[in-house]
């Protein structure tokens, strides 16, 4: 009798464990801070006359209504008072506080392992957006946004891969007193996630309470300036060209207390900001431009990140369209912006207008996440989980939208071409005396992970193993891993002592 040979067990399944283990990071296929830059929606002369442009805004027209506190420190580096109360700027203070201004600032996690480093053609993604409204998707209902949902939002973006920060993505509205939401917020969030983490204060006299949180969350006052893991958000001008009179004085207070700043120039396009795109692009770089200089008339070299943030008009309504090509086309530019100047960049990308987590907000979503990547922007906001033009937060959306963002930064990566890639010996291997096919070479199985890119949730079963697997949807999966993230306990919670320590001082609601 002829003995059937013995059959291996789990030797495939070994070697699919294997293959999907997790990579380390410099292995991973994407990864946070890769280079971008291969898309130009301007050419070197246009970027040039909106250069120009700017410089020529600031020198004519100038900005209203800053605090006098401002006033004193930009007319004192040489900005002009003129009698109409508008401050005007020579273009030699410009270029001189541009050569002043920091090109490259490292925003720290409270884990040094999500350290970013801001420049160049560096790109990271994160959320923001403050929207005032959560996105329920069994029920198709949008209700107030609470802090209990703003933590959880850090919580789910903590454990995703290509979430690389995380500024406030809605509004805590179920805490009615403003200073007490500002510091839930920064509990909130600082609590659910190490990665970086932006936010904003809504009064200067905020600021302080704020400053005493994070010194105890940091261990002092000297590990908080070594390693300042909050950065501010600072809506500092109203468009067109004025300050905001209080946004300028919480800067201020932030500054002194050692917050990289983020200048947000917010107009909208055929509203608060020229229809014309390059219209709405100078602008923004003129008023950030004035915010450079005021930064660095307080601070010389100070970590600020040059936020041209141009928002798009349907101009049939006036309603948002975040998710517009003609947003996608905005962001871009402003990245060539950054570049021109050498200094840190951020604008928005990832807006859905759609209401829910369909196919208008994949679209949306896609296009300009992808543009923002390739165009080299350092910090993509509101990349994942913002609907309704910045009105609505959905948790499920965020997870989704890691797979979307991990796609975008497959294609930021680009092709490389080299030797090895080109692949000739492997061709020769299979096409002379071999199988005829690469399945089971040596060099796709040892590409299979750092050259390609798997979605965690997207399908890309048959038909028929879709039916068999029980014809999987993406919002039900995405539900279950919101769920499977939501029931571990926080990675970024405080100690025990600590947090009641916290919790003795400072009113926490969460």
């Given at each position: ?440 070479h040596e060099q796709t199985l040892s590409l299979m992970q750092t050259e390609y890119l798997y979605p965690a949730l997207a399908s890309r079963a048959s038909p028929k193993e879709w039916e068999e697997q029980g014809r999987p949807e993406l919002i039900p999966a995405a539900i279950r891993r919101k769920q499977e993230i939501l029931a ?23």
């Amino acid at each position: 009798m002829t003995s059937k040979p013995t059959r291996r067990t789990g030797g495939r399944a070994a070697r699919v464990a294997s293959r999907t283990a997790p990579l380390e990071q410099n292995m991973r296929p994407v990864r946070p801070g890769m280079e971008g830059g291969h898309y130009t929606p301007l050419s070197p002369s246009e970027v040039e006359r909106i250069h120009l442009a700017a410089l020529d805004a600031l020198e004519q027209i100038g900005l209203a209504d800053a605090p006098q506190s401002g006033i004193d420190v930009m007319v004192g580096a040489g900005a002009i008072l003129g009698d109409d109360g508008r401050l005007r700027f020579p273009r030699a203070l410009v270029e001189d506080m541009l050569a002043k201004a920091a090109k490259t600032i490292t925003l720290c996690g409270r884990d040094p392992k999500h350290d970013m480093q801001i420049g160049g053609n560096n790109v990271y993604y994160g959320t923001a957006g403050a929207a005032v409204h959560m996105v329920d998707v069994l029920s198709h209902d949008y209700r107030d946004s609470t802090v209990q949902d703003l933590h959880d939002a850090a919580r789910i973006a903590d454990v995703l891969d290509n979430i690389h920060f995380v500024q406030r993505p809605m509004v805590a509205r179920d805490i009615v007193d403003n200073c007490e939401m500002d510091l839930n917020t920064v509990y909130a969030t600082v609590t659910g996630t190490t990665k970086h983490v932006g936010t904003s204060f809504f009064e200067p006299g905020f600021v302080a309470d704020g400053v005493k949180l994070l010194h105890m969350i940091a261990g002092g006052e000297a590990a908080w300036r070594a390693r300042p893991f909050v950065s501010i958000s600072s809506c500092f001008v109203v468009p067109p060209m004025r300050f905001a009179t209080d946004a300028c004085l919480v800067m201020e207070r932030c500054i002194e207390a050692g917050f990289p700043v983020l200048l947000l120039s917010a107009g909208q396009a055929g509203a608060t900001a020229p229809a014309s795109l390059a219209g709405a692009v100078m602008q923004a770089v003129a008023e950030c431009l004035a915010g450079v200089v005021y930064v660095n008339a307080i601070s010389p070299g100070y970590p600020a990140i040059f936020g041209t943030w141009p928002f798009v008009s349907d101009l049939r309504t006036g309603a948002m369209s975040g998710g517009s090509g003609e947003q996608a086309l905005l962001t871009a530019a402003c990245a060539q912006m950054h570049h021109f100047y050498g200094l840190p960049g951020a604008a928005p990308a990832g807006i859905a207008d759609a209401k829910l987590p369909d196919m208008q907000a994949g679209w949306e979503q896609g296009i300009s996440n992808v543009m923002a990547g390739l165009s080299g922007l350092n910090m993509v906001y509101e990349a994942a989980g913002m609907h309704a033009s910045l009105l609505g937060f959905c948790h499920e959306s965020l997870i989704l939208g890691d797979d979307l963002i991990g796609q975008a930064l497959r294609c930021l990566r680009g092709i490389e071409v080299s030797e090895d890639t080109l692949a000739l010996d492997a061709m020769r291997s299979v096409c002379i005396g071999g199988p005829q096919h690469y399945l089971g070479h040596e060099q796709t199985l040892s590409l299979m992970q750092t050259e390609y890119l798997y979605p965690a949730l997207a399908s890309r079963a048959s038909p028929k193993e879709w039916e068999e697997q029980g014809r999987p949807e993406l919002i039900p999966a995405a539900i279950r891993r919101k769920q499977e993230i939501l029931a571990q306990p926080s990675r970024a919670m405080l100690d025990p002592v600590l947090d009641a320590q916290i919790r003795a001082r400072f009113n926490i609601h969460l």
